[in-house]
């Protein structure tokens, strides 16, 4: 059960305790934590019998998942720059209404965004124009509102976040997750009004009509064809190879091709790597931590677990959480996609979206200015949910 008392929990337990209050060392805690869950799991725990190669053939399942969540994560950050170079963001101000109106529909356009991109892509897109629109001056709230307006975005599309795509693969149909956009319309209301009024007060935008913008096409053509490559192999994949899409890093691959392809045409900033790589590690090591704790099951499949998950994301990784689930079978899959998927935006970490806003914006990483600035995400979370289980009814699958 999870938090049923094992060791290995309260190992978890006090790693995450750690990055929250001390969250300039998020890294070496989370490390720690995986090198500690990973020695006790070999000498004491569930892979005491099989040893070291038990715990090879561990990570030999979970490499694609890990190498892939590594390659996106810098990937999409060099993605971002080269948006942010377009000098796109500082056309938008004279396009957004300069009220607070303008951070609504820039959350918007992350939501719509994330329907058919990664929502790390489109978190990170997201944050590239709020740097431009606010002049960097973005508060810690809307750092949020744009994580979760991406996992909100992504939660009723199989494209949009890999724990949809991962129900996919194992055969849920796509029908079967689109009413998540329930949830997740109500949800969006609830949190990206406050969070809009919430930044208008801290920074509004800036519009300087009188500055000539010269847009650079051919970065504009380097975003677009990355982006393309991306979409077009989570397709292609997906229908051709389903079977094979979770034994390879496919999106990873086709987006640093993407990338390598596009290098002679307009050069990356390749000096972002290093810190992008930080909140790389930092979010592959809590996956795989999260990979080795004995999760066994699930409570049994109702509404009310299902509930609980979504808050239960927001520090434990949502993947392992989806692969039991599927395992498990019984649930209502439109409430599991927007659960696993809305409820990690509560912290930074958890979600993949929040630790990429994190690499960009350093100030996101403090789980204290994230939750007193974000008090909005988890009444929105439960009212989507409510909204969903009083207009749509729970009709659990097989």
């Given at each position: ?8 929990f ?12 001390a ?6 805690f ?11 799991s070999?000498?004491f725990g ?7 190669a ?8 979970e490499?694609?998942?890990?190498v ?6 810098l ?5 971002a720059?080269?948006?942010?170079q377009?000098?796109?963001p ?31 892509a ?18 810690v709230?809307?750092?949020a ?5 991406a ?7 199989v494209?949009?976040d890999t ?15 689109l009413?998540?956009?329930?949830a ?13 009024l919430?930044?208008?007060?801290f920074?509004?935008?800036v ?6 913008v ?15 490559a ?9 229908f ?7 034994n ?8 640093w091709i993407?990338?390598a ?6 050069r990356?900033?390749?000096?972002l790597?290093?810190?992008a ?5 930092f979010?592959?090591?809590?996956v795989?931590?999260?990979s080795?704790?004995?999760v066994?099951t ?8 299902v509930?609980?998950?979504g ?10 959480l989806?692969?039991?689930a599927?395992?498990?079978?019984g ?8 659960a ?5 935006s509560?912290?930074w970490?958890?979600s ?6 994190s ?16 008090w909005?995400?988890p009444?929105?979370y439960?009212a989507?949910?409510?909204?969903l ?10």
């Amino acid at each position: 059960m999870i938090l049923g008392g094992q060791v290995e929990f309260w190992i978890f337990g006090v790693m995450l305790a750690g990055i929250a209050l001390a969250h300039r060392h998020a890294l070496a805690f989370a490390l720690l934590g995986l090198l500690t869950v990973a020695a006790y799991s070999l000498v004491f725990g569930r892979l005491h019998d099989a040893g070291p190669a038990g715990l090879a053939s561990h990570f030999a399942r979970e490499w694609s998942v890990l190498v892939n969540l590594f390659m996106l994560l810098l990937g999409f950050a060099l993605l971002a720059d080269h948006f942010e170079q377009t000098h796109v963001p500082r056309v938008l101000p004279r396009i957004l209404p300069d009220d607070w109106k303008g951070g609504l529909v820039l959350l918007a356009l992350v939501f719509v965004l994330s329907a058919f991109l990664d929502n790390i892509a489109a978190a990170l897109i997201g944050g590239s124009v709020a740097a431009a629109v606010f002049r960097r001056r973005v508060h810690v709230g809307f750092l949020a509102a744009i994580v979760a307006a991406a996992n909100a975005g992504g939660a009723g599309s199989v494209l949009g976040d890999t724990t949809t795509t991962m129900m996919w693969i194992k055969g849920v149909s796509a029908t079967d997750v689109l009413l998540a956009y329930v949830a997740a319309a109500v949800a969006f209301v609830c949190f990206a009004i406050p969070a809009a009024l919430q930044q208008q007060r801290f920074a509004p935008i800036v519009r300087d009509v009188r500055a000539q913008v010269s847009l650079d096409w051919g970065r504009i053509g380097c975003v677009v064809f990355i982006l393309a490559a991306a979409v077009a192999t989570n397709l292609l994949v997906n229908f051709h190879w389903p079977g094979q899409a979770g034994n390879y890093p496919f999106l990873g691959v086709a987006v640093w091709i993407a990338i390598a392809l596009t290098a002679p045409l307009r050069r990356p900033r390749w000096t972002l790597l290093p810190e992008a790589a930080r909140g790389a590690v930092f979010l592959v090591a809590l996956v795989a931590c999260a990979s080795l704790l004995p999760v066994e099951t699930l409570p049994a499949a109702s509404w009310h677990t299902v509930l609980g998950l979504g808050f239960v994301s927001a520090v434990f990784d949502n993947l392992p959480l989806t692969k039991l689930a599927l395992e498990q079978g019984g649930y209502d899959w439109d409430y599991l996609a927007y659960a696993v998927g809305f409820g990690g935006s509560m912290l930074w970490f958890g979600s993949s979206a929040g630790v990429a806003i994190s690499t960009e914006f350093p100030e996101a990483r403090s789980v204290s200015a994230w939750l007193r600035s974000s008090w909005y995400l988890p009444l929105a979370y439960l009212a989507g949910f409510l909204a969903l289980l009083a207009m749509v009814g729970w009709h659990p699958h097989g």
